[in-house]
């Protein structure tokens, strides 16, 4: 597989290692990984695969310690942190496993903030914000603080200030990992509604059955890619 | 793109302290208490001085006291019999005018003993005293051309304390020197010739036929015209006892008042330390506080990150709390510190200055206190890693 100029995301040779000398400990080897536009992409692997250390990579939260990483075509090699800032606030959106809205303020103060660092006024934040729950649909939910909500609800709430400055790539961390099994499939569904409207995601997962929903399933061990399958057909 | 704008900023930093209510009217108690000392002891100390410049133009500023020193032995002079009479004819003088104190002794009644004197001085009021010194009458009336030849006196306040006069409706008297005075009058504190105060004033013509024609002036005060206080009081020794003018003191008591508020500022810095210090411990708490809550708040640092937020915007955010809440000790500290000056100013009956600077200069302060304390907080909030967003709990 050679990396494409209009892919989304660009991995090539990234290698992440902790600490130096003999404490040196290296959790990514080498990977290369292209995801293109549309594209719904499942990463699994057990704890320590370094699925997470990858998805903190590809989300710009962290810097190889070597290769490149591109998106939208933009090496990052040389971002300074200002810019990898905005680059995350204009281009990436984070759902996390545990939420994490904020506890006083409403799902729509909470879906607004996805907007607050691109310097969105308030009015247009407040706008933008009950589309964006509309379209997971909380439309009813607005004024709700997180307590107020369930589980799945606040998880949606997520998805929604994740979705709401359009990202050009959706980044999961066990979406689900938090949630009963019908709200969690809830998510998914969103999930599956968002990428047939054209939204590019990855899922980051350590439960096979749900990276199985995805056409496209990436395999992590030991810090390396032991399989890239997009459904049914090698890669 | 540009980050959150100023609103939003101003948004952001409150959050923290709406999110702990508690815990920030805690920790924005002590720059509060600190605050309002420093702007109530200064507001006082404003009040005070307006009330004493208040009280000095309605008494005015040019009355020079005049009164016998020491001769060169060391021991009391007396002024001349003449004396008032000279000063008087200095054609800067406006007004003189004299007591002559005597031996005698006053007492409640014939019954006690003669020697509790109550320090009371006993003393001749000589024409036009209480327009010269201001005196104010609490009770009764001044000695008059009536009055001035029969046995009647008119007690200082602090004289009328010790002898216990109350009201004078039902007609009090007094022993004096052997025989019953009448109380015509109690004067209110003489500001101006506090000496008063412990003075039992009699009639001029009463004391020369009890104590003869040659009863020496004890203090002659002098009203002089007001642009030419200096001047005429590098005269008056000279002309009130031409022979040894070195036996004559000339003091300006407005001076004395004026010195004596000067003398207070001593306390009024003691009390501004006082409030330095509770100030600083107020910005200490502040600081602890705001470690504690990035302590806290690293995880949503870390979601405020993947969400675009720079270092420096994370920085702000903090910066801006602790800013707010020193300001929030300092609006809290400005509005008791001006309840404060107002509630002792209408008690002390003075008029009242509203410390617009010391509430400024306090607001000043608690900003400085927010800004300083707030950075170290501020960069350990903009170096928390965005990848605190993902880590696993």
Not at chain 1, 68 to 82: H, W
Not at chain 1, 191 to 196: E, T
Not at chain 2, 83 to 109: F, G, L, N, Q
Not at chain 2, 254 to 275: C, E, I, K, M, P
């Amino acid at each position: 597989m050679s990396p494409q100029s209009g892919s989304v995301l660009d991995l090539r040779g990234v290698t992440r290692t902790y600490g130096t000398g003999s404490a040196a400990l290296t959790v990514l080897h080498g990977i290369d990984l292209t995801v293109q536009e549309g594209e719904y992409v499942g990463v699994v692997g057990p704890s320590g695969s370094g699925k997470s250390t990858l998805l903190n990579i590809i989300g710009a939260l962290d810097r190889p310690t070597s290769g490149q990483v591109l998106i939208g075509g933009e090496d990052l090699t040389s971002y300074s942190d200002a810019r990898l800032s905005r680059l995350r606030g204009a281009h990436l959106g984070f759902v996390f496993q545990q939420f994490f809205l904020l506890e006083r303020r409403t799902a729509l103060e909470n879906v607004g903030d996805g907007l607050l660092y691109q310097g969105v006024r308030r009015p247009e934040r407040r706008r933008r914000a009950a589309d964006a729950l509309r379209r997971v649909g909380l439309g009813a939910r607005l004024d709700h603080t997180p307590a107020e909500l369930s589980g799945g609800e606040c998880q949606r709430v997520a998805v929604a200030r994740a979705l709401v400055h359009r990202p050009r790539l959706l980044l999961a961390d066990e979406p689900t990992g938090n949630l009963d099994s019908a709200s969690g499939r809830a998510v998914l569904e969103l999930f599956d509604a968002l990428h047939a409207e054209g939204a590019t995601i990855v899922v980051v997962t350590h439960d096979e059955s749900i990276a199985a929903r995805m056409p496209r399933v990436i395999a992590m061990r030991d810090g390396r890619v032991e399989s890239d399958l997009v459904r049914g057909v090698a890669a | 793109m540009s980050g959150p704008g100023p609103v939003d900023r101003l948004r952001l930093g409150a959050l923290g302290l709406t999110g702990r209510k508690g815990r920030a009217a805690l920790s924005a108690l002590g720059v509060a208490i600190g605050i309002t000392a420093m702007v109530a002891v200064l507001g006082l100390s404003e009040s005070s001085r307006a009330d004493l410049n208040a009280q000095l133009d309605a008494l005015g500023t040019n009355l020079l006291v005049v009164a016998p020193g020491q001769d060169m032995m060391g021991d009391d002079a007396t002024l001349p019999d003449e004396s008032v009479a000279m000063i008087a004819r200095v054609p800067t003088v406006e007004s003189a005018a004299a007591t002559y104190a005597t031996d005698a002794t006053v007492r409640k009644s014939d019954r006690v003993p003669s020697a509790q004197t109550s320090g009371i001085v006993v003393a001749a009021a000589g024409a036009g005293l209480d327009a010269a010194v201001s005196a104010q009458l609490r009770e009764g009336r001044w000695l008059d051309a009536a009055t001035s030849g029969y046995p009647a006196v008119v007690l200082g306040s602090t004289a009328a304390r010790r002898l216990a006069i109350g009201s004078l409706d039902r007609g009090v008297r007094v022993w004096l020197d052997g025989q019953w005075f009448a109380v015509v009058g109690v004067l209110d504190p003489v500001v101006l010739a506090p000496e008063l105060d412990e003075t039992a004033l009699i009639g001029f013509e009463v004391a020369q036929k009890l104590y003869g024609d040659d009863l020496p002036p004890t203090t002659v005060y002098t009203r002089v015209d007001t642009d030419q206080v200096s001047a005429t009081r590098a005269l008056l020794a000279r002309t009130a006892n031409p022979s040894s003018p070195t036996e004559v003191s000339v003091s300006r008591p407005s001076d004395a008042l004026a010195a004596q508020a000067a003398a207070d500022q001593s306390l009024t810095t003691l009390t501004l330390g006082l409030g330095a210090v509770a100030l600083l411990v107020g910005a200490v708490g502040i600081a602890n506080v705001m470690v504690i809550s990035v302590l806290e708040r690293r995880r949503e640092i870390g979601v405020r990150r993947a969400l675009g937020a720079t270092r420096a915007g994370i920085g702000s955010q903090f910066l801006t709390e602790s800013v707010l809440l020193s300001l929030l000790g300092g609006l809290l500290g400005g509005a008791l510190g001006v309840a404060v000056t107002t509630a002792y100013a209408v008690h002390q009956d003075w008029g009242v200055v509203l410390p617009w600077l010391p509430v400024l200069g306090g607001l000043g302060c608690s900003l400085l206190v927010g800004t300083v304390v707030g950075l170290y907080p501020a960069l350990r909030a903009a170096s928390v890693p965005p990848t605190e967003a993902l880590r696993s709990m």
